[in-house]
């Protein structure tokens, strides 16, 4: 049973304009919600996160917007570059120093 | 520079034998994890320590073992009971305290000859 979902497995976006990446999550317990960048053969590399009492966080180009009656979490990239080109991870925890549970990630990749 | 050093970059196990993966930091957080990543899949969480000489199991722990005998440090042995060893291992460290995130370090890809 999935509680972490990250319903597009790919997503490609042109240089320049806004990625939306989605992430839905079934645990009404999870309070902390992360977004981590993977490259191949690489560890995830933390981008940002949002705790349950905000709906709304941003650090430059990234901003996560938490939706909680919908249980529902989107990154925005903006503009987006061809570094961007990744693995975006969603990840949710119940708080304290507990692990994470994860999606399968979404495969994001910025057209030139 | 601080941050958390997995060796080997790759290993390789002949079936039945036990492996150890080298998991070491030194950003002086109490808090340390396994997690495992299959092809296609998020990772899932396979042990993880909150403080020194005690963890706890995580979603996947059949087949695992680890031990957390100073901070900086928390390897984990993959043994011959893991029937499906094959996987991309990834250990991240944490301050510890409630809504801070864990940081990753680089992995350890582990084949079956």
């Known amino acids: 049973d999935q509680q972490v979902k990250q319903n597009s497995p790919s997503l490609s976006v042109q240089e320049g304009r806004i990625s939306i990446l989605n992430c839905d999550y079934t645990?009404?317990?999870?309070?902390?919600f992360l977004w981590y960048k993977k490259y191949p053969a690489e560890g995830p590399t933390f981008l940002i996160s949002i705790s349950s009492i905000k709906d709304k966080n941003e650090d430059g180009r990234f901003t996560v917007f938490l939706n909680k009656s919908a249980k529902h979490l989107s990154l925005h990239i903006v503009p987006s570059q061809p570094g961007d080109s990744a693995v975006y991870f969603c990840?949710?925890?119940?708080?304290?120093?507990?692990?994470?549970?994860f999606g399968k990630g979404t495969h994001l990749i910025i057209q030139p | 520079d601080g941050g958390i050093t997995q060796s080997p970059k790759y290993l390789f196990r002949k079936e039945g034998q036990n492996v150890t993966l080298s998991c070491e930091q030194n950003?002086?957080?109490?808090?340390m994890y396994w997690y495992r990543q299959d092809p296609g899949q998020g990772l899932r969480l396979i042990y993880y320590s909150q403080i020194v000489n005690d963890f706890q199991k995580g979603d996947i722990a059949e087949g695992y073992s680890v031990s957390r005998e100073k901070k900086e440090s928390f390897p984990l042995t993959v043994t011959s009971a893991q029937k499906n060893p094959t996987a991309f291992y990834l250990c991240?460290?944490?301050?510890?305290?409630?809504?801070?995130?864990?940081?990753f370090g680089d992995g350890t890809r582990l084949s079956i000859l």
């Open positions: 991240a460290s944490s301050i510890g305290l409630s809504n801070q995130p864990q940081h």
């Open positions: 990840a949710a925890s119940e708080g304290g120093a507990d692990g994470l549970t």
């Open positions: 950003l002086n957080h109490d808090a």
């Open positions: 645990n009404s317990m999870f309070d902390y």
